[in-house]
């Protein structure tokens, strides 16, 4: 199934790093959404983008909803160890088979890893 | 309980077994999604109902897989004579849904499949 281009797959950082992970697709996306999942539990919302261009902020995560509608990035500031996880973008509506009640597609995650 | 919940959260099953998942949305919540999360990648959509109407099933992989929600709260997830590929974790959402384009989707902690 379609998924979205996530990167990097992976990240080493210490503690006080800043983050940055990006997400594109070849589809328009009303929606982009960034999800953190813990081991054993389903994804968290983390933010919400609704319009494209718009610049999100939630404490120390800051997202944006690219102008094209067909990307989104994400940065975390000052890491702390909880940060520790698996991050996720996610469309939602557009022309990637997009529907009123809004399945999610999502990227295939990025993978951080906080040192102390 | 306050969120999603789902049952089991650990299932082994031999090859040619049939097994049913179990998914508990929050109470109110009109929409219900399905997704299958493979080992190191996002979740994938399976399948939506808005109350007790299956209204989308394009993500269900094969025949082998049948979902429901009779009574529009409680879903079901089975898949009959499970097959090695059909090893994941199966996630359960659901949402307010209020006609917008977009409600946030509360995923459960999700179902672990090994098929050996």
């Known amino acids: 199934g379609q998924q979205l281009n996530q990167s990097p797959q992976s990240m080493f950082i210490q503690e006080g790093e800043d983050v940055s992970m990006n997400c594109t697709s070849s589809?328009?996306?009303?929606?982009w959404l960034w999800y953190k999942q813990d081991p054993g539990e389903g994804p968290v919302l983390l933010i919400a983008?609704?319009?494209?261009?718009e610049l999100t902020s939630n404490g120390r995560l800051t997202a944006q909803f690219g102008i094209t509608r067909k990307d989104s990035f994400l940065n975390i500031s000052a890491s702390i160890p909880s940060d520790v996880g698996i991050y996720f973008c996610a469309g939602q509506g557009g022309n990637a088979g997009g529907t009123s009640y809004g399945k999610l597609t999502f990227g295939q995650g990025t993978i951080l890893t906080v040192h102390p | 309980g306050a969120g999603v919940s789902q049952s089991p959260r650990y299932k082994v099953a031999k090859r040619g077994q049939d097994v049913a998942l179990r998914c508990d949305p929050i109470?109110?919540?009109?929409?219900l999604f399905w997704y299958q999360q493979a080992l190191g990648q996002g979740p994938e959509f399976l399948t939506y109902?808005?109350?007790?109407?299956?209204?989308?099933k394009s993500g269900l992989p094969s025949d082998r897989f049948f979902a429901e929600r009779p009574e529009g709260s409680v879903s079901t997830l089975k898949i009959q004579r499970t097959q090695q590929e059909d090893s994941a974790v199966y996630l359960c959402?659901?949402?307010?849904?209020?006609?917008?384009?977009?409600?946030?989707?509360?995923f459960g902690p999700g179902t672990r499949l090994t098929v050996l």
């Open positions: 109902f808005q109350n007790e109407a299956q209204l989308d």
């Open positions: 589809s328009i996306f009303n929606t």
């Open positions: 959402a659901s949402s307010f849904y209020s006609g917008r384009a977009y409600n946030e989707q509360f």
């Open positions: 109470s109110g919540h009109v929409s």
């Open positions: 983008l609704y319009k494209a261009g």
